[in-house]
């Protein structure tokens, strides 16, 4: 939103008076003194008016090591869920930018900027999410072809992206999937006639899994961090 907009709405000053207060250096975006009514506002932008706060709320960006046994929801009348691993003062303001099946483990990400979290999880953006698989059965060698043709997946009537499987050792193996269909590494090991034991999300896009997080455990993400999922022309 531009800042003379965001004046008009936020305070029922005249168009003009707010021009004057522009023109007098009485509106400070982000610590310094703005002029100009065409300055862009985002919703953690801090607006301050002759020294008096209009706006400041902090953005927030944390991963979590999840455990299993936690559901990636905000609340659930029957299992425990990740919100409630979060012991941090905005932790009502918060969501999830992606979730994890309940038995799964390792990166989730959660924030209060909505914008964000949507260039995280919006499926045309195709950032990659790799996942460290134990299958029951050996992994068979095609398996990695099947995978980077697609698995038809008959329900949604879609075939899945292009994947690619790197083999560990009979069975384990590490999964990079661009889109985040429901259950799908799970499905698509199904479709070859294996079966997934455990599941853990050591990455998505630029962003690891931070070692030093126990299950359970949380961080703020850097700012370098953050800006791995905002385009180089900002936001
Ligand atoms: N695919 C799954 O099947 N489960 C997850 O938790 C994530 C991806």
């Known amino acids: 939103m531009r800042l003379d907009r965001f004046l008009t709405h936020r305070t029922d000053l005249p168009r003009r008076e707010i021009l004057r207060l522009l023109a007098e250096g009485q509106l400070a975006v982000d610590g310094a003194i703005e002029s100009s009514g065409l300055r862009k506002i985002g919703p953690f932008t801090k607006v301050e008016l002759a020294g008096e706060i209009l706006q400041a709320r902090e953005a927030v960006y944390l991963m979590l090591h999840k455990p299993a046994g936690y559901l990636s929801a905000t609340q659930d009348l029957l299992h425990p869920t990740v919100l409630e691993l979060i012991d941090h003062p905005l932790r009502d303001e918060l969501h999830l930018a992606g979730r994890l099946d309940r038995a799964s483990t390792g990166l989730i990400l959660l924030t209060n900027d909505g914008r964000w979290s949507k260039r995280v999880t919006e499926p045309e953006e195709e950032i990659p999410k790799v996942y460290r698989v134990t299958t029951r059965d050996i992994i068979a060698e095609e398996t990695a072809a099947h995978f980077t043709q697609g698995i038809y997946f ?40 294996n079966q997934v034991l455990s599941l853990h999300r050591e990455r998505i896009g630029a962003l690891s899994m931070d070692h030093g997080l126990a299950p359970g455990e949380w961080r703020h993400l850097s700012s370098a961090e953050v800006g791995y999922f905002i385009p180089t022309s900002g936001l």
């Open 154 to 193: 008959a329900y949604e009537d879609l075939t899945t992206r292009p994947a690619i499987l790197e083999i560990l050792s009979e069975r384990e193996a590490l999964l990079t999937i661009h889109e985040g269909r429901y259950h799908q590494v799970k499905r698509m090991f199904h479709a070859v006639g």
